[in-house]
């Protein structure tokens, strides 16, 4: 996946023209997925290998962890650029994060 983030980040860079702190953003973010995946006996699976069911057990964590619905939301839309973008490139079928919704934002009443 490593390989995958890379040359997902030059794409932002070259061909978006994304400023270094979107980059930087995106990094963060793809890095804290890996580390959810990663496991003590092997890497981080390779995007084809990545599930729908692994991202939600990802989103899961994270709410778990106490992280805000609005970073819940941008990682998701990171990884939702990602994996599309790793689609269009071939690296992976279809787009696991596709089908994920942003949590819902709460309302502070009147």
Same mark, same amino acid.
Request: net charge positive; with cysteine.
């Given at each position: 996946?490593?390989a995958?983030?890379?040359?997902?980040?030059?794409?932002?860079?070259?061909?978006?023209?994304?400023?270094?702190?979107t980059?930087?953003?995106?990094?963060e973010?793809?890095? #804290?997925?890996? /580390?959810? %995946?990663?496991?003590e006996?092997?890497?981080? =699976? !390779?995007p084809?290998e990545?599930?729908?069911?692994? +991202?939600?057990?990802?989103?899961s964590?994270?709410?778990?962890?106490?992280?805000?619905?609005?970073?819940?939301?941008?990682?998701?839309?990171?990884?939702?650029?990602?994996?599309?973008? #790793?689609?269009? /490139?071939? %690296?992976?079928?279809?787009?696991?994060a596709? =089908? !994920?919704?942003?949590?819902?934002?709460?309302?502070? +009443?009147?």
């Open positions: 996946m490593q995958a983030t890379a040359r997902f980040l030059r794409y932002l860079r070259v061909e978006r023209n994304a400023s270094e702190l980059i930087k953003s995106y990094r973010d793809l890095e #804290a997925l890996q /580390e959810y %995946l990663a496991d006996d092997e890497p981080c =699976p !390779l084809s990545i599930s729908t069911l692994d +991202l939600r057990g990802y989103v964590a994270m709410t778990e962890a106490g992280y805000a619905k609005t970073t819940i939301s941008r990682r998701l839309a990171s990884l939702r650029s990602f994996f599309r973008f #790793a689609q269009r /490139e071939g %690296l992976c079928r279809s787009n696991p596709k =089908p !994920l919704r942003n949590p819902r934002r709460s309302r502070k +009443l009147p």
